[in-house]
């Protein structure tokens, strides 16, 4: 069916290295996908979004890509800090659903000191 | 700004028996959402509000009704809960479907 597969479900990483995290998606009409993070205990907040008309986005260490051909696009950290563990989640919109925001799994990061 | 306010924080309730989860939002925001987020599961959709006066099924509708009273409030009921709908609840709202979602701080639900 329509929705949005994200992996790995967990990452563990040692501080300084990079992480990524990949989404693939069902429906080509899409063209919004934001990335969230979630502290334990906290709400979900975003991070990092990007829509259809380029290709990459960044912002400091993070930088998401995105591949509409494939119909994938990744979360990339550099440097990763011990306060960057968290559960992040990525979303896109199916439009073939009436427009619904939908979320894969989540992926738990957790960086080693 | 209060962004998103949810009620209650905590609940449990007996297999049964209903409830309402009340969300309001003070950003005059057109969309509003709930999810419900389970262990290894990430966060569902149950229904969401694209704008007032509209409904739509998410994910996982079955067992749940909504009710968008005005602009600014989405309610989410259970007629008669199940332990399968033990989960933690959280309402959103955004601009448009394609802008960012504030979160409300969520509803952690017990049904026994």
């Known amino acids: 069916g329509e929705n949005v597969e994200q992996h790995p479900s967990t990452l563990s990483v040692q501080e300084g290295d990079s992480a990524v995290i990949k989404c693939t998606y069902s429906?080509?009409?899409?063209?919004?996908f934001p990335w969230y993070k979630q502290e334990l205990g906290k709400r979900p907040q975003l991070i990092i979004d990007i829509r259809s008309n380029v290709g990459e986005k960044k912002d400091q260490r993070i930088a998401v890509t995105l591949n509409k051909t494939a119909k994938h696009f990744s979360l990339h950290i550099t440097e990763t800090q011990p306060e960057d563990s968290a559960v992040y989640f990525c979303a896109a919109i199916l439009y073939n659903q009436g427009g619904k925001l939908i979320f894969g799994q989540g992926t738990e990061l957790s960086v080693k000191p | 700004n209060a962004g998103v306010t949810q009620t209650p924080k905590f609940q449990v309730l007996k297999t049964g028996q209903s409830m309402t989860l009340q969300c309001a939002q003070d950003?005059?925001?057109?969309?509003m959402y709930w999810y419900r987020q389970d262990p290894g599961m990430g966060l569902r959709l149950i229904y969401y509000?694209?704008?007032?006066?509209?409904?739509d099924k998410g994910e996982v509708p079955n067992g749940y009704n909504v009710s968008r009273l005005n602009k600014r409030e989405f309610s989410l009921r259970l007629e008669s809960a199940a332990p399968s709908q033990t989960s933690v609840y959280f309402c959103?709202?955004?601009?448009?479907?394609?802008?960012?979602?504030?979160f409300g701080s969520g509803t952690q639900l017990s049904v026994l």
């Open positions: 429906d080509s009409a899409s063209n919004y």
């Open positions: 950003m005059n925001h057109n969309s």
């Open positions: 509000s694209a704008s007032e006066g509209t409904t």
């Open positions: 959103a709202s955004s601009g448009q479907i394609d802008e960012k979602l504030f």
